[in-house]
């Protein structure tokens, strides 16, 4: 079956700086691709989607990338705040009514 | 968005038990799912509730273990079955909505002794 490979595991940046996480994945049929946040003892958070007829989508601080040639998608958080730590899973679909399939998920750390 | 509780949010269960989580919706939504999420793990799909039929299950998981209910296309509940000290875990319901986009609920946290 599908299978979504998540980097970095871990990633720790300062105040202020860029994070980037990317995710690949194997099946060109995928063709929708979430990212959720999860803090702490809290449910996962749909922060950005990005469909496969799109390239690039932002929202604020967040953009995600998606290359499908390539075959992987990237999370970008721009201006980091200390409100950023939590883990980041990126997600994909192969089409609507489909469940998702996570990567292994990334703990972001963001230090003042 | 949809609004998704979960009940119970938490419980400690003693092993060969059996104990069944809800799932509502505030909406009516074709597609729900059930995943599991072991501590510091990512989400595995366990199933997906499909109502008015039986659920479809994913490899590693089985139905006299993890049976599922979709009554209606606002509720369904999981029952995890005999439990064992490897089931502690959080379960999560999540559902499809009109854009395509899937929402969580809350979370049941189960510890098994």
């Known amino acids: 079956g599908e299978n979504v490979e998540q980097h970095p595991s871990t990633l720790s940046v300062q105040e202020g700086d860029s994070a980037v996480i990317k995710c690949t994945y194997s099946?060109?049929?995928?063709?929708?691709f979430p990212w959720y946040k999860q803090e702490l003892g809290k449910r996962p958070q749909l922060i950005i989607d990005?469909?496969?007829?799109?390239g690039e989508k932002k929202d604020q601080r967040i953009a995600v990338t998606l290359n499908k040639t390539a075959k992987h998608f990237s999370l970008h958080i721009t201006e980091t705040q200390p409100e950023d730590s939590a883990v980041y899973f990126c997600?994909?679909?192969?089409?609507?009514?489909?469940?998702?399939?996570f990567g292994k998920g990334t703990t972001l750390s963001v230090s003042s | 968005s949809a609004v998704i509780s979960q009940k119970p949010s938490r419980d400690i269960c003693q092993r060969g038990t059996s104990l069944t989580i809800q799932c509502q919706v505030d909406?009516?939504?074709?597609?729900m799912f059930w995943y599991r999420q072991q501590p510091g793990q990512s989400l595995t799909l366990i199933a997906t509730?499909?109502?008015?039929?039986?659920?479809?299950?994913e490899s590693g998981f089985v139905i006299d273990k993890f049976p599922i209910s979709r009554p209606n296309l606002t509720f369904s509940t999981l029952t995890v079955s005999n439990m064992s000290p490897e089931d502690s875990s959080i379960y999560l319901c999540?559902?499809?909505?009109?854009?395509?986009?899937?929402?969580f609920g809350p979370g049941t946290r189960l510890t098994v002794t």
């Open positions: 999540s559902v499809e909505w009109s854009g395509g986009e899937q929402y």
């Open positions: 099946d060109s049929a995928s063709n929708y």
């Open positions: 990005i469909r496969s007829n799109v």
């Open positions: 997600a994909l679909s192969i089409q609507a009514g489909t469940a998702l399939i």
């Open positions: 909406s009516q939504v074709t597609m």
């Open positions: 509730a499909n109502q008015g039929s039986e659920a479809t299950y």
